[in-house]
């Protein structure tokens, strides 16, 4: 199984040595390099600098903000990063939430699902260059009608390099699940249970059904934390702080999508319990709420020879390949651990 780093975004600034980091995710064999995006750092500009640094490893969004950017934008953008990567973006793309959509980007959030299809559409029109852009849908109209009237149909023109550029979906939800295996190239998966693979499949496959079966190309990337360390407890009590803020502190009470996944994998209880110390401010009693056996459901923790061992429950699911969350200290253990 392919192993990649997630190295998510930027917080407080750019870590220390940041470019030997990534001269050393391609040294030390790992598949390829993703980014996210909240409301700081972006995720297109580390894939160019890692482009400029490596010549191997995939570089991809996981995920590129679709409030964010028009899609003719996001479109052009992995198109021309594309070019100057020789060919190695995989293009993650992700609805965001309401508060990051309509409090940063003062996008509206109701449908998301539809306005995730349109975007994928008009993306692939762009990437395909087979004719100039025109498209008539609810959310998005090329040429726009009014304004000047001076507004045609244009085509790229940047000759794409890959027109099939990958496009992946970052969905938790069933009916998202779904709508990546309809109309994208592969899923990133976020909390992903090898426990509950079956309801995974169900989602994918009520996709691939619509689609009318499943495309010969299309991967299931999972991010999840992976922490070697001869001691279980301790290796879970740095994944435990991680899962009390998306959990308890991502989005608002009532709308918090990572919160939803862990009630549907039958955690209701305590996810709600984390969530209210979580936004009384209560973070590290948040964190200690959470026991070690549900950090190994979403993670792997542990001594290296335990953390091959479990890596087994995912390989034996719909997983294609994974992305190391976060970017550990201690790569070069990860990676023993994991890449053979």
């Not at 391609?26 to 909240?38: K, Q």
């Not at 029109?125 to 045609?152: I, S």
């Not at 608002?252 to 994998?265: I, K, L, S």
């Not at 993670?299 to 970017?327: F, H, N």
Request: aromatic share 8%; net charge negative; glycine share 10%.
């Amino acid at each position: 199984m392919p192993v990649g780093v997630n190295a998510g975004h930027f917080s407080t600034g750019i870590p220390d040595g940041f470019a030997d980091r990534v001269r050393e995710i391609e040294d030390l064999g790992f598949d390829g390099i993703w980014f996210a995006e909240a409301y700081g750092s972006d995720v297109f500009t580390p894939l160019a600098f890692c482009a400029a640094l490596t010549v191997r490893i995939r570089l991809g969004t996981a995920v590129a903000q679709i409030p964010a950017r028009t899609p003719a934008a996001t479109a052009t953008t992995a198109a021309t990063l594309d070019h100057l990567s020789g060919g190695r973006v995989v293009l993650g793309l992700g609805a965001s939430g309401p508060q990051v959509s309509e409090g940063w980007h003062g996008v509206a959030y109701p449908r998301p699902l539809a306005r995730t299809r349109e975007y994928v559409d008009v993306v692939r029109q762009v990437l395909a260059r087979e004719r100039p852009l025109t498209y008539r849908g609810e959310f998005h109209e090329l040429p726009l009608d009014g304004g000047t009237g001076l507004g045609k149909p244009l085509r790229s023109s940047l000759h794409v390099r890959r027109p099939g550029l990958p496009i992946q979906l970052g969905a938790e939800g069933p009916r998202n699940i779904a709508l990546a295996a309809e109309i994208a190239d592969g899923w990133h998966a976020m909390f992903f249970s090898p426990a509950f693979d079956g309801f995974y499949r169900e989602a994918l496959d009520a996709g691939f059904a619509r689609r009318g079966g499943r495309p010969d190309r299309f991967e299931v990337v999972a991010t999840l934390p992976v922490v070697v360390d001869d001691d279980v407890d301790r290796a879970a009590d740095r994944v435990r702080p991680d899962l009390a803020l998306y959990m308890g502190g991502m989005g608002a009470r009532g709308a918090n999508f990572h919160h939803d996944v862990f009630a549907r994998m039958g955690h209701a209880e305590l996810a709600a319990r984390v969530q209210d110390l979580y936004l009384r401010g209560e973070k590290a009693a948040a964190a200690a709420a959470i026991p070690t056996a549900l950090v190994e459901q979403v993670a792997l923790v542990g001594p290296a020879a335990k953390i091959r061992d479990d890596l087994g429950r995912w390989e034996d699911t719909v997983v294609d390949s994974i992305a190391v969350q976060g970017l550990p200290e201690d790569l070069a253990a990860v990676s023993r651990a994991l890449i053979p």
